[in-house]
């Protein structure tokens, strides 16, 4: 039995030909999964008897279980699942002015263990399945209704470069009309900088938001807080990232938490501009941290942020700011997952 969900759909025309059953019908079982959230072939009233019994003997619909709901007072809602073997994962609805955004989780845990974050505090467990990856965001879109998503970010627990295999089919899935029907450059992947897989997307053909969570911008205090720096270290990452802007010709966004005390001085921000000096497709995004129970991470002061900021943009970087969300509900990646653990 194969769990219907990890195919594509040409792959799913593909398996349906195979069975001598017309390609067309993958399009019908489609919008019965993705569009109307459907867990049993059962239901699936325009489709043959016969289909629908060939389905149910050789294929399932995975779900997942919602454990947990919190709102924040600014909108931002966290859903933890728990999986069929129990383990749990955390997704997260963001509604803004003009958009609304899906946050999904790739993994159970994560082994890289940045120090500002919650997911590798218990470190990694497993891969997310795509079909667990595609329920995240089949719950997440019934729960933001009546709006629809309109983006989404792979920045939940997990490194999705690591579960390369899974992440690629769900982006496809999420990318067509048939599926999610969110477009390419609403889809956000980020990295914490795993350079094989950096390589291999620039291959893909893709359209999607590339984004690199950089952090500090020399070696030492990069490996000092991203353990991940010691194997994929920065001189190396940034060659990486410069060829992948090179070949796509596709902006990069460099994810920069300002921690305060650790890497938000004036003199981090100037390492950080000769890093990307004269680079026209890299963008700076800060996000000051959230406070971290468990982990000795605060956010600078205004004064600081806007120092750092203007300093960039002083030297002509593109420089964006990102308003902290969900802080009320512990938005920031692994952090339900941990204190429901705890509990
Ligand atoms: S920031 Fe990303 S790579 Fe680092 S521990 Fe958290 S989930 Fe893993």
């Given amino acids: 039995m194969q769990d219907i969900k990890e195919l594509t759909l040409k792959g799913l025309e593909e398996k349906l030909q195979a069975f001598g059953v017309q390609a067309y019908h993958a399009q019908q079982i489609f919008t019965w999964i993705y569009k109307k959230a459907t867990i049993d072939f059962g239901q699936m009233s325009d489709l043959p008897k016969g289909l629908r019994d060939k389905l149910k003997d050789n294929f399932y ?78 719950y997440l879109k019934k729960e933001a209704l009546p709006l629809a998503l309109t983006h989404l970010v792979f920045m939940g627990t997990g490194e999705p470069l690591d579960n390369y295999t899974q992440v690629l089919p769900a982006i496809k899935i999420i990318n067509s009309p048939l599926g999610f029907n969110i477009g390419a450059r609403r889809i956000t992947l980020s990295t914490s900088g795993i350079i094989p897989g950096i390589q291999k997307l620039a291959g893909e053909g893709l359209q999607v938001e590339l984004s690199v969570s950089l952090h500090a911008a020399d070696e030492a205090l990069r490996s000092r807080f991203m353990p991940v720096n010691k194997k994929y270290p920065l001189k190396d990452l940034i060659k990486a990232c410069k060829e992948y802007s090179f070949k796509t010709n596709r902006q990069i966004t460099f994810e920069y938490i300002l921690i305060k005390g650790v890497n938000s001085s004036l003199s981090n921000a100037q390492s950080l501009s000769r890093l990307l000096e004269g680079w026209k497709l890299a963008k700076v995004n800060l996000i000051p941290s959230n406070t971290i129970s468990g982990l000795k991470v605060e956010p600078p002061g205004k004064k600081d942020i806007l120092l750092f900021k203007n300093y960039l943009v002083q030297q002509g970087i593109k420089v964006t700011l990102r308003k902290a969300r969900g802080e009320d509900i512990n938005a920031a990646c692994g952090q339900l997952r941990l204190n429901y653990a705890q509990q």
């Fill in 61 to 138: 619909i995975s779900d997942l279980k919602i454990v947990k709901r919190l709102k924040s007072s600014d909108g931002t809602q966290k859903l933890l699942f728990q999986s069929q073997d129990t383990n749990l994962i955390e997704a997260v609805i963001i509604p803004a002015k003009d958009r609304v955004t899906a946050c999904v989780s790739t993994q159970v845990g994560c082994k890289w263990a940045c120090s500002f974050c919650a997911s590798g505090l218990k470190g990694f467990k497993r891969n997310l399945s795509c079909s667990e990856i595609l329920d995240e965001i089949l």
